[in-house]
Structures are given as C-alpha cells and as structure tokens.
C-alpha cells in the first residue's frame, strides 16, 4: 500500500487560503489517480478533486470550482490543493487518496490534515 502524508493544515479567517500538501511514497501504477477528500464533523466524506499523471487531467467538485485547485509535482510525488477564498463551511479534515485509475477504488488514504476556517 502506498503512504500518504498530508501536511499545510491549520486555522484561517474566512476569506484567507490554504495550500495543502500530500507526499506520495512512491509513484507507480497505484498512485496513477490522485485525489482530495474532506469530512466535516457529522458529514460524509466528499470528493474534492483528483489529478491524473498519466494525462494530467483534473477534475474538480462542483463545490470547488473556482476556489480551490489541485496541481502536482510528478518529479517529487508531491499533490496539492490550493484553496482560496475560505469559508467557514470549509472546515474539515483534509485528505489524499490514491487510486489506479480514475474510476477505481481509492485504495491508499493519508492520515488528514484539519482545516478550521473561522468567521
């Protein structure tokens, strides 16, 4: 299974950003879809977006166009998730995944970093 470490967390005003990070431990056929979930308290888990390396496309959440995006360093496994515009129904428990293909089971999750976005 692939480790995933997620990593730029913490607590914002509304409005401000956040940059998250996610650390892929290697970079192989597992990890050829990768993807950020969040979980508010009391709420199921949501999709936010996913990059794929072999084509480099990304798709976004209809929540989060336009404010968050999600880019990748191929040369570092690295993910990240750019979220500007911050509200306070923001605040969750962030999270990477990875997945063989786009359509295939996210297999490999990080432990979560918390975001908590106050008004």
């Known amino acids: 299974q692939v480790q995933l470490v997620e990593s730029g967390g913490g607590s914002v005003q509304a409005g401000g950003s956040l940059r998250l990070s996610c650390g892929a431990s290697?970079?192989?056929?597992?990890?050829?879809?990768m993807a950020w979930f969040r979980q508010a308290p009391g709420k199921e888990r949501e999709f936010l977006g996913r990059?794929?390396?072999?084509?480099?496309?990304?798709v976004y959440a209809d929540s989060t166009k336009g404010r968050f995006t999600i880019s990748g360093d191929y040369a570092k496994n690295m993910l990240y998730l750019q979220m500007n515009s911050l509200k306070p129904e923001d605040t969750a428990v962030y999270s990477c995944?990875?997945?063989?293909?786009?359509?295939?089971?996210?297999?490999?999750w990080g432990q979560g970093t918390q975001v908590t976005v106050s008004s």
């Open positions: 995944a990875a997945a063989r293909t786009p359509y295939a089971t996210y297999d490999s």
């Open positions: 290697e970079r192989s056929w597992r990890t050829d879809v």
């Open positions: 990059l794929s390396w072999s084509d480099g496309d990304t």
